[in-house]
Nanobody, 121 residues
């Protein structure tokens, strides 16, 4: 049973930074893509970034390219999202997710509970 638990959310001023973490448990993730989605109030959940666990191939939404960096520590079974130059429009609940695929994360089978990120202007 794969379980994902996010942490690191909080309140930050525009232009600031946060690092989200996702602790993964329940098995090996060698053939998974893992990453992040977010959902703002009144909007649909959207893809943010993903990484293949084994090869480190990354994908980013256009809205976060150049500002966010996804990474993972295989020894710790932990996924990270470094968020820099944050904007108010980045405000959302951020969800860690995983999918059995070597491609871009699109239809996750596993989800975390979410962590709130609020960017003030």
């Amino acid at each position: 049973q794969v379980q994902l638990v996010e942490s690191g959310g909080g309140l930050v001023q525009a232009g600031g930074s946060l690092r989200l973490s996702c602790a993964a448990s329940g098995g090996t993730f060698s053939w998974y893509s893992v990453g992040w989605f977010r959902q703002a109030p009144g909007k649909e959940r959207e893809f943010v970034a993903s990484i293949s666990w084994s090869g480190g191939r990354t994908f980013y939404a256009d809205s976060v390219k150049g500002r966010f960096t996804i990474s993972r520590n295989s020894n710790k079974n932990t996924l990270y999202l470094q968020m820099n130059s944050l904007k108010p429009e980045d405000t959302a609940v951020y969800y860690c997710a995983a999918e059995f695929t070597d491609q871009e994360l699109s239809e996750p089978s596993y989800w975390g509970q979410g962590t709130q990120v609020t960017v003030s202007s």
